[in-house]
């Protein structure tokens, strides 16, 4: 019975608990652009060898891709095509990433 008032108070409040805010949506398509000139950084610092700048580099990726995990694993979908093609571009270096630094771990 209290289930039942429960999804039918939960339906009737206009998706409350799944909708995002205007300000919450900019924050994510910043961050998602934010992470192409860091990935930039990044390849940059390793091709000049400054291992300062990479540790710097890595742990912006690491908490920009954090914050759109969601959007980054496919489990939300964005609906600007050009931001869900940067979604995705950045899911993949971001697994490609993780991938050689576990290897380089283990190697070591």
Request: hydrophobic share 50%.
């Amino acid at each position: 019975m209290t289930e039942k008032n429960l999804t039918e108070n939960l339906k009737g409040k206009s998706n409350y608990f799944t909708s995002e805010r205007k300000d919450m949506k900019f924050l994510k398509g910043f961050t998602l652009i934010a992470l192409l000139p860091l990935w930039a950084g990044y390849a940059f610092a390793l091709y000049n060898g400054d291992s300062n700048n990479l540790s710097n580099y890595s742990l912006l990726i690491l908490a920009f891709s954090f914050m759109n995990f969601n959007a980054i694993c496919g489990e939300e979908k964005i609906e600007n095509k050009a931001l869900n093609l940067v979604t995705k571009l950045d899911g993949v270096l971001f697994f490609v990433w993780a991938l050689v630094t576990v290897i380089q771990l283990l190697l070591k």
